[in-house]
């Protein structure tokens, strides 16, 4: 039977022609609304052949939604959004439930690919699709987005809109296939994700305020102000979705605000209602580990991130953090396996690799750490961390003009990359240099004891022996 694709759009230029191209073969029509747009997607749509919709924005994603099912004229339904795509090798799998007469309406997986491992519901990428190898990992969602064309079967929700089986007649009868949409919303640039943050933010505070008993409404807003960072305002909606609902998994979301705002045994206290209301799960066990490790409580955190290996082995983040522990607790070639465990599992876990350079730095493996350490600053410069510590290592295996090159772009008021800086070109024997970038990282931070043995050291070779004596007694003294 024909599919009609239906889709909303807004300013979606660079993305829009890849989603309808994605699964044109199996759609007899393209109904594609506009919700506003001011960049050329217009044109991009006409290109495709299509003529767009005009929608006049009202703060309500199911109704711009809805608006494109009205239009559609086929008997199957597929909604896409504009930064999702379909595999070539799921298409057949549409196709065929369309032919058959059980189900009005299949759940796919949303794929929502991810950059971090962190989200709640984080997987590992197996490389089975192209569409997303370029990302280590990804949280899926099932949704209902094909569907019958039916009056009976529409979108509800202003934002975070759904087709709800909960509020519809009993007879219809919903089914899952194992397709996917691959979705890259929470990859693509900062200022698109922090502008929809905040649209969202803006459309989940009208809903409360038009129906103030959404239980829903308070939770998707708390997921909103979490995401932008406002913990305190996250924690008093997950409370009230609680509350209304009794769920525990508000409990845990609100446990991450707490945590984030170190308010520790309210986290803690939080996490440990919901495992007796019987939420014994992954996430529960990996938060109450970081409220331990925040507290140090090496102990216990470590035998909560045990539980979590134990429920899931593949989680890089378990792994890591059961090693943050280890090292702590002075282990560190145990600390070391699960680092290198956690990399294995995602290849993109910048702070394993930085850690498990400075393990093997310290254990004077400098070619090892140099290797570990060089892809990520180069391919993330920005990570201050990660070239101070491959800097330091360049020091260490006595390779100051490498050193130099990784600080080159450091800032002039950051210390310690002038204290580097400093020592770098002492080891070239640049003693004026080395002594005028030490001098100017000890007035920006006076607690720098590196900058000054490295100053002492230069005094002395410069035969300023009361000068270095000061240094050094100065060293001393800040003990």
Known sequence: MGISLCMIVKNEQDWVEAAVHSVRSIVSEVIIVDTGSTDATLDRIQALGVSPL?????????????????????????????????????????????????????????????????APGWTRNAGDYEEGKSYAGYVDNPLIRLFRNSPNLRFHGAVHEIIDPSRLSSDLKFASIPVVMHHYGKVREQEYVASKQHFYLALGLKKIQEDPANSKAYFDLGIQYQELGRHAEACTCFERTFEMTKTPVALVYGAISEKRLRNYDSASKLLKRALKLGLDTFEVHLELGNVYLAQDELLSAGNEYSVCLKINPESPIAAFNHGLVLRRMGDARAAENLYQRALQIDPTFRQAAVELAMLRAADKRYP????????????????????LVLATTYIQANNPDEALKVLAASSNTDAVALCLLGVAHFQKENLDEAQRLLEAALRQDRSLKDARVNLARIYERKGDHARAQRYMQSVTLTK
């Open 54 to 118: 005009k929608f006049e924005w009202n703060d309500s994603f199911a109704e711009a939604r809805n608006a494109s099912l009205e239009a559609a004229t086929q008997p199957w339904i597929l909604v896409l959004d504009a930064d999702e795509r379909i595999a070539p090798g799921d298409l057949a799998q549409i196709a065929r439930v369309t032919e058959q007469t059980g189900a009005d309406g299949y759940h796919l997986i949303q794929r929502n690919y991810v950059f971090g491992n962190q």
């Open 368 to 387: 090892e750490a140099i290797d570990l350490l060089k892809p990520v600053v180069e391919r993330h410069p920005e990570l201050r961390d990660a070239r």
